[in-house]
């Protein structure tokens, strides 16, 4: 008699499964308990290759990934560093430009930097030695 994969699949699966002994269940199907543990030993052979072709795929994806947001983080560091620089020079920009304005003797520029300064956040605020807070 032949059987498809899918009746062997049943019949191996209903082996493992029910309370029938391998001779009975050899017996309900016609089969000898060679061939019964031949088509189990396949069949699960098979299932173990399936997994392993899954696993190494989902590696493969997980290591992908893996570079992509190490390549990304890569760049939002260079982007952070070139913000830092910028930063660093727009403080010395503002604090030249501060020390400058302070230089001028006109009451008025004087009275406006001083509302500027209450105006300003804390954490920019020129202090009287010139350095940012």
């Given at each position: 008699m032949q059987f498809g994969l899918e009746q062997m699949l049943n019949m191996?699966?209903?082996?493992?499964?029910s309370d029938l002994t391998t001779d009975e269940l050899c017996?309900?199907?016609?089969?000898k308990r060679q061939t019964y543990y031949k088509?189990?030993?396949k069949l699960i052979r098979a299932g173990l290759d399936l997994l392993q072709a899954q696993m190494?795929?989902?590696q493969g994806q997980a290591d992908h990934l893996l570079l992509e947001l190490k390549d990304?983080?890569?760049r939002l560091q260079q982007?952070?560093?070139r913000l830092e620089q910028a930063?660093?020079?727009?403080?010395?920009?503002?604090?030249w430009l501060w020390w400058r304005l302070e230089r001028i003797n006109d009451p008025a520029l004087r009275e406006l930097l001083q509302q500027l300064?209450?105006?300003l956040p804390s954490e920019v605020r020129v202090t009287d030695n010139y350095n940012i807070k």
């Amino acid at each position: 008699m032949q059987f498809g994969l899918e009746q062997m699949l049943n019949m191996v699966l209903e082996g493992m499964n029910s309370d029938l002994t391998t001779d009975e269940l050899c017996q309900k199907y016609g089969i000898k308990r060679q061939t019964y543990y031949k088509w189990r030993k396949k069949l699960i052979r098979a299932g173990l290759d399936l997994l392993q072709a899954q696993m190494t795929q989902k590696q493969g994806q997980a290591d992908h990934l893996l570079l992509e947001l190490k390549d990304h983080n890569k760049r939002l560091q260079q982007k952070i560093n070139r913000l830092e620089q910028a930063k660093a020079m727009w403080e010395l920009r503002y604090k030249w430009l501060w020390w400058r304005l302070e230089r001028i003797n006109d009451p008025a520029l004087r009275e406006l930097l001083q509302q500027l300064k209450r105006q300003l956040p804390s954490e920019v605020r020129v202090t009287d030695n010139y350095n940012i807070k």
